[in-house]
């Protein structure tokens, strides 16, 4: 079975650029989550997807971030215009179905590594 | 709010047992979650605790304490490739996980 993948895998850009990040879920997760992590910090929620919908998005920092799933598949990020302090490392997370002990384990892709210059 | 503190690094040998303690602060408590994370990669999930007491497996083991706020992994047999970050992180009700700042584990022979 194939895991989270993110793409890019890394990302420079300029301040004030857009960028946009790709997270494809393991299949059959309803459960979609967006999580950052900047340097020396802990890793800090973002946005959490029930299928298409939004669950939860208090961890969204401001509107210049802006997370879609359309299709209830898979879900992009974009940031737009970035900034200095978007700089860090971006993970999606999926899992199965919500409220189950076993299956509501989080399984988190490899991240895709912002650098705002 | 809810607050999570492990230690930044540990250092241990090869063969050796070494236990990675996590404390935390929450209300509604609904979980607890270990997870590796070698550098560059995604954090891997190890284990999960949600009743008191030690869950078990293969090398690794997990121990949590509702009442204290208090969780343990422990790892045995330490083997080079278990070089990695450790992160501890809680769900409170329905919520999304949140992290420690992760401890920094090297093996070393």
């Known amino acids: 079975e194939a895991g989270v993948t993110q793409f890019p895998s890394h990302s420079v850009i300029e301040k004030g650029q857009t960028v946009t990040l790709r997270c494809d879920p393991i299949s059959g997760h309803d459960n979609l989550y967006w999580y950052r992590r900047v340097m020396g910090k802990e890793i800090k929620f973002l946005l959490h997807f029930v299928k298409e919908s939004k669950q939860d998005e208090s961890g969204m920092p401001n509107n210049r971030f802006l997370a879609e799933r359309t299709g209830g598949t898979y879900s992009t990020l974009k940031v737009q215009p970035a900034e200095l302090e978007d700089s860090g490392v971006y993970f999606c997370a999926s899992s199965q179905v919500f409220g189950s002990r076993s299956a509501d384990t989080q399984y988190f892709g490899p991240g895709t590594r912002l650098t705002v210059l | 709010g809810q607050n999570i503190d492990q230690p930044t690094e540990m250092t241990a040998t090869e063969g050796a047992i070494v236990q990675i303690n996590c404390t935390y602060q929450?209300?509604?408590?609904?979980?607890l979650f270990w997870y590796q994370q070698h550098a560059g990669e995604a954090p891997t999930f190890l284990s999960y605790n949600v009743l008191d007491g030690l869950e078990e497996k293969g090398r690794f083991s997990s121990f949590l304490s509702r009442s204290k706020g208090y969780s343990y992994l422990l790892l045995k047999e330490l083997q080079m490739k278990d070089s990695a970050s450790y992160l501890c992180?809680?769900?409170?009700?329905?919520?999304?996980?949140?992290f420690g700042k992760g401890t920094r584990l090297s093996v070393i022979a």
């Open positions: 929450t209300s509604g408590f609904n979980g």
């Open positions: 992180a809680v769900r409170s009700g329905n919520t999304p996980l949140v």
